[in-house]
């Protein structure tokens, strides 16, 4: 037994995430606890979005088509932790001159290190889900807001990048707790993130897509021979063939939305088996 | 504490940066270290005075 | 007055006439220092940059002075390496202007990052994997063969030249230079293509993205191929803009038509692979991401097809054409015309590669994003211009820059005394 939970432990961990679109309701809770749980730092005019930093930004797309025909359907966008065709190449940590950013192959998180990051902002570039944001001003707080914030997570300073972590604080508390309670593996309800826990309509869910005992792996069926691409028909992830391999599935009974998550040619059938890239 | 000890893994792609780079360096510096050396020598001996070209 | 620095044998203007133009092109250069120490103290929100556009005009202007600044390690390959003697002649003024470039290159990268004072975590911490990386080291490392160029021309100046160990250190760093300008060939090589490399291998990219030899993308090769072909035009352009604000011929037309014609067929070459990696690219790498080429070219304000057709004929295939026949080359206003907009041509290229890279949507939800630089960018972007051009008039004033010059303007030997 006692050897079981230790192989357990030491078995890479992938934790990934399954948002099912069609609950989600685009209400923003998940942005608002991100906020709070991660210090992101915020002005008082927040109009020019290409200025706000939202680790977790939920969008809002259509069919395109009139009324009555209009659809609409929200899409929370976290970063999306890619794995990259092969463990670790990561459209961004590949190009990270400092190191700044890390690809963990314990729990396939992609990490940013503030106080290295110098600020060439190579990774932005790099990243199509625009899931990186830059300090362009040091952080401001309301008056007494300081008080308030996760004693957790570091603010950041001007000058740096700063992205979504998957709330990895929590995984660390969780780690910590977990090995000073008898070196035991981190339960599923254990170690969940901020945004996870905060939709009402429970539209997230949030584990490890290793473990086949998380709810995440059931939805998911990752296909681990196959850059773990979904085995269940109404999963997606975004920009699937450029081969960014994303640990971010979502979930939509309707077509065109599954179709929204990559460019297709006009001759193409949407989720048509295609290799990706042949790329490092 | 000192800069021996690396992040890195010496991979391949360290051998053959860390090969360029130092190569370029060497290079560079022993062909400085010749040029000022042999000034050096060439003004203690007395060359060099004036305008002659 | 500032006679006795002046090289001996040669005309220059009066000295209040030089100074009165050290101060208003210094007017210039206060105004971007001025905006330097605004986006420093006040940090990059001076900047209209934004979280799609996290390179921008910056960069471009980076990417260009580099290309441009090619001459000086192309023409150094083929003077020392490849025993062009003829370059010569106008080897000295390729070095000083790779040498601006270069170092405005590093200027506005130390003002382009968010954290300037931790510049040096690129060397302390570097991924060797990452492209910029390489740019990062080469730079460094071919600005420091750069400067080992330059040194011995500043010591030719009249007195510095007295100085016993200053003429020999300078006599035999000239001797040493082909070992210089071969390293610094080497360096070039990969710096110029690891820029080049710093769009070709984004992934996520896909109008940028290119297929690889190894681990290098075609845009690291064709970078590399461009600086060597369009760097002489550059050195070249400048050359004549020099002569006509001078009015005097500085360089033999020997020279001049010799570097014309390597730009030339360099050009040529360049433009063939150019075009190949496009139709390659359009018809092939697109697609394969499920994108139609067009999709790149329209539904925005600005890039449309007409970029492809300004890079690649009108700035690509016909100064090349202009440079490789003898006719076109001789033709002093078709060959300057020509050098010109190879100059506009790779300027464009480096601005397809870095500001349309962030412009073109990724998600299919996504947008379109323009962007107009703050005047503050502007500012930072001409500063190394001003900075060049008063370097250029010292340098010229008093620095043997032409070995021609005497010969090609005599002066008469008493006026030169009456006027001293």
Partial sequence: MKQTQTQNQHRPKRYGMAIDLDKCTGCGSCMVACFAENNVPFKQDETDKLLSITWMRVYKITNGKKFPETEVCYLPRPCQHCAGQHEGHSPCVSVCPATATDYSADTGIVSQIYTRCFGCRYCMAACPYHARYFNWWDPVWPAGME?????????RMRGVVEKCSFCFHRYQLARDKAYLEGKRAVSEAEYQTACTQACPAGAIVFGDLNNSEHAVYQIVQPDAHNHYKSKNPYAFRLLERLGTNTKVYYLSSREWVRKAGDNYLANEEPGASHAPNQHG | MFPFNFEWVWDMGHYVFHGGLWYALTVIGLGMTYCIIKSVVDTVKGKGGGHHH | MDSALIPEGVKRCALWKFLLGLFLVGLVLAWGVYAMLL????????????????????????????????????????????????????????????????????????????????????????NVHSMLTEVAFCLSCYFAVLTIEYIPLILENRQVDKVPFFHNLSHNMHSAMAVF??????????????????????????????????????????????????????????????????RKKLVKDNTIFLLAKISGWMILTYITAKSADTLYWMFKTAPAQGLNWEFFYSNNALYGKWILFTEIVLCGWLPALLLVFKPTRENAFLRVLATLLGIIGVSLNRWVMVLQTMAVPVLTFDMWALYMPSWQEVATTILPVAYGVILIMISYRYLPIFPQEKELNPINATAEEAAA
């Fill in chain 3, 39 to 126: 986006c420093w103290i006040k940090g990059l929100n001076q900047t209209n940059m934004n979280d799609y556009y996290g390179f921008a005009l910056w960069i471009w202007a980076d990417l260009a002075v580099i290309a441009l600044g090619g001459g000086a390690f192309f023409s150094g390959l083929l003077k020392y390496v490849f025993g062009k003697d003829d370059l010569k002649n106008i080897i000295n003024y390729a070095v000083l202007i790779g040498f601006i470039c270069y170092s405005s290159a590093l200027l506005i990268l130390a003002i382009d990052v968010g954290q300037p004072l931790r510049s040096w975590f690129i060397f302390w911490h570097a």
């Fill in chain 3, 181 to 246: 300008a071969a390293t610094g060939a080497f360096l070039s090589f990969f710096h110029q293509g690891s820029l080049g490399g710093v769009s070709g291998v984004l992934f996520g990219r896909p109008f940028s993205y290119r297929e690889h030899i190894l681990i290098w993308p075609y845009t690291f090769f064709l970078f590399t191929w461009s600086a060597a072909a369009y760097g002489p035009s550059f050195t070249l352009f400048i050359t004549w803009l020099t002569e006509k604000i001078t």
């Fill in chain 1, 147 to 155: 008080r308030y914030l996760s004693p957790n997570v570091s603010p």
